[in-house]
């Protein structure tokens, strides 16, 4: 069923390749990756790191949340004027009618992983540590909506690495629905023990750099980031808040009901997520200019992905992964891609698939082996996001027509 | 809300807390007939989930999936919303225990059960179901924003939601950190039609009025309702098999209050 487009009036990014929208779009441009060679695990690695995180405290009325994950929530809404751009919002619309919805696999689940390295003889944890403020998904929105100022629905998904692409179709379904006016979504996820030994005994990541859709691609390259967005019904959005004209126009969520975390082999339920994004967006597969991969570099991920898109697309839709520039941000990823689809939009740009060596050819679909800024012509594009449990968020971002 | 909402029909109902194990267990209590008496919450064995699948679930799994599946009779491929504030401890205490033993290590079977979306995906396998299914949480308010997710997907997609609410209380050294005490699931199919044995309507608002939440009208059950943050759907499940018209409030976020009208016609 077709929806109603959302406009994107404002946004943030921060991740391994630096803070602001702005050093996203120059390291795309200059094809710099952000990941660097991991110095203290068990296993060689490459990670998206973001370094600025780590002293970055919160407000001391909201001490009680602090955590790294909300520290790097915190170093984005103080990035690319976005707390301006709220407040903004909260005298147009008021504080109870913005919503918040937000996706993290991790949320602060650090603090526990912390807190048991510092057991005292009984087993006990410190006196110190604080589960509800940290760990628990809802730390997240809650310090949100107090460093925001807002009072309005909200929720925290997570769908491990579809998490911050679902944001987007719940925001919304609530704006739809009447529960709020307007929608901040977004992501924060940051590295753990748990995410990184996880992945590892997984054997899903890579020594190397992350190589999606390389035929010796051999792993991930697990990275951190954070982006919020503002997401407005177009009829309230006056043309002079609109700091771009990006919208979202469809969404597509399913599940592959086939395994806890490997990918259906023929990308059932992928192409059905993108089959959905393209039916609420009324828009057919050739109104799609490109398409920002899962691409996690895993051997089964993309080949699944590749079936998927031949599936829906054919073989002729410009494709590329970014994860060789941010590394795998799962749960923050679906918001990290949506807002590179925008800066592809805006800046007419078509990011490389970065580290790509030797393409597979097993892979049917047009991968971008290098960055492309020739006259595009790009109107819309579709972002994906697949997680474990087999869930399915694909995204569909375009100009406003 | 902006616009008149449409009614949302209740259509099946599920239930699994100590004591309450199964909807004819609970009718004498959430009818107001029998008293609530704790019990130790039994092993629950979801006949969804193949015995091999099952081997490699937790309790906390396993009861998203058991009220799950008691809703979703016979199963249909439906559209899901699962909730839970904590998610599961006791992975979270067995891999944070795991990562403090040199090499490091975490099984990959305990990893893919540590995301918050396990139950759900567990249970898109054993019903077979290709539709959407989101997993989330707002701490002590799940019930109610994952309630009103549910309602949205109804609403805003024309299509019968399977909403499955559930929490599970942490062991040490985690339960010194939790107010949770007792287990608790309930699920139930929402839906735009009325179906024959239809529990009754609801239409929800958000108020900030300063309200205080509904407590339940069978006393003996207000111990519970505090012991489990989706133990606060207990007046709604009351209402519901009361057959009760009543305005209930359910505490949301930032101390507003879910407001849900009831109606039986």
New interface residues.
């Given amino acids: ?1 077709p929806i109603s487009p959302l406009i994107i009036t404002a946004s943030s990014m921060v991740n391994a390749l630096g803070r602001g929208k702005n050093a996203t779009l120059s390291a795309l441009q200059n094809k710099k990756s952000g990941l660097q060679l991991s110095q203290d695990l ?1 296993f060689s690695t490459w990670l998206g790191r973001v370094e600025e995180a780590d002293n970055y405290l919160l407000e001391e009325a909201l001490k009680i949340f602090s955590c790294r994950n909300n520290q790097l929530a915190k170093l984005t809404l103080d990035t690319d004027n976005f707390r301006k751009a709220i407040n903004h919002a909260k005298k147009k619309y008021g504080a ?1 009618r913005i919503g918040v919805f937000l996706g993290s ?1 991790t949320s602060g ?1 650090e603090e ?2 912390k ?3 510092k ?1 005292n003889e009984n ?3 410190p006196s110190d ?4 403020h940290t ?5 997240l ?2 310090y949100t ?1 107090q460093s925001l100022g807002l ?10 690495c579809s998490s911050s692409a ?1 944001v987007f ?2 925001a ?3 704006i ?4 709020c ?1 307007a929608a901040i979504v977004g992501g924060v996820d940051t590295l753990t ?2 995410s990184l ?3 590892h ?2 054997q899903l990541t890579s020594s190397d750099p992350c190589r999606p859709c390389d035929e010796n691609r051999d792993g991930i390259s697990i990275g951190e980031a954070a982006g919020f967005a503002l997401l407005e019904p177009i009829t309230k959005s006056r043309s002079s808040d609109a700091k771009s004209a990006v919208v979202l126009k469809g969404y597509g ?9 490997s990918p259906h082999p023929e990308g ?2 992928a192409a ?1 997520a993108m089959q959905k994004a393209l039916e609420s967006a009324a828009l057919s597969a050739t109104d799609i200019n490109y398409i920002n991969l899962h691409g996690t570099a895993t051997p089964a991920n993309d080949a699944a992905e590749d079936k998927a898109i031949t599936a829906v697309f054919g073989n002729q839709t410009p494709c590329s992964s970014t994860k060789g520039w941010t590394g795998h941000t799962l749960g923050a990823a679906g918001i990290t891609e949506a807002l590179i689809c925008m800066l592809v939009l805006e800046n007419q740009l078509l990011p490389a698939n970065l580290n790509l060596k030797t393409p597979d050819p097993l892979l049917n679909i047009h991968i971008l082996s290098e960055n492309s800024e020739q006259q595009q012509n790009i109107k819309n594009v579709i972002s994906n996001s697949f ?5 399915n968020c694909s995204l569909i971002l375009g100009l406003q027509s | 809300m902006k616009q008149k909402m449409k009614p949302v029909y209740i259509n099946t109902l599920s239930i699994a807390a100590p004591g309450l194990i199964g909807l004819e267990e609970a009718m004498p209590v959430l009818t107001g007939k029998a008293q609530w008496q704790t019990s130790e919450f039994p092993k629950l064995v979801p006949q969804s989930l193949p015995a091999n699948e099952r081997r490699r679930t937790t309790s906390y799994i396993k009861l998203a999936l058991h009220v799950a599946d008691k809703a979703n009779l016979p199963n249909k491929a439906l559209a899901a919303v699962f909730a839970s504030s904590n998610g599961d401890f006791h992975i979270s205490n067995n891999i944070c225990n795991t990562l403090t033993i040199e090499p490091k290590y975490i099984s990959p079977t305990q990893f893919h059960n540590s995301v918050h979306n396990a139950p759900s995906g567990y249970w898109a396998i054993a019903a077979k179901s290709p539709a959407a299914s989101t997993s989330i949480s707002t701490g002590d308010n799940t019930f109610s924003s994952g309630l009103l997710e549910a309602v949205t997907q109804v609403l805003s997609q024309q299509e019968d939601v399977l909403y499955v609410a559930y929490d599970y209380p942490a062991t040490a050294p985690l339960d010194k950190f939790s107010d949770m005490t007792e287990a608790f699931a309930t699920a139930f199919v929402l839906s735009l039609e009325k179906s024959e044995n239809s529990y009754g309507a609801i239409k929800i608002d958000i108020t900030n009025d300063g309200r205080k939440k509904s407590h339940c009208i069978n006393a003996s059950l207000n111990e519970l309702q505090n012991s489990n943050p989706i133990a606060e759907s207990l007046p709604l499940l009351e209402a519901l098999c009361l057959k009760n018209s009543i305005t209930l409030y359910l505490p949301h976020l930032n101390n507003s209050k879910l407001k849900v009208k009831v109606t039986h016609d």
């Fill in positions: 069923m068990d109870d696999s689940s526990t992983e807190a048991y390295l057991r087993g006990d944890l540590y604080d589960f509800m760990h628990n998904f809802t730390s929105l809650d909506q009072a309005g629905v909200g929720h925290v998904i997570s769908t491990a679902k179709a719940a919304h379904r609530h739809e629905s009447g529960f006016d023990q748990v030994y996880g992945f005994s997984l969520e399913s599940s592959d009901a086939y395994h806890m975390s059932r339920g059905s997680g474990f449990g087999g869930s």
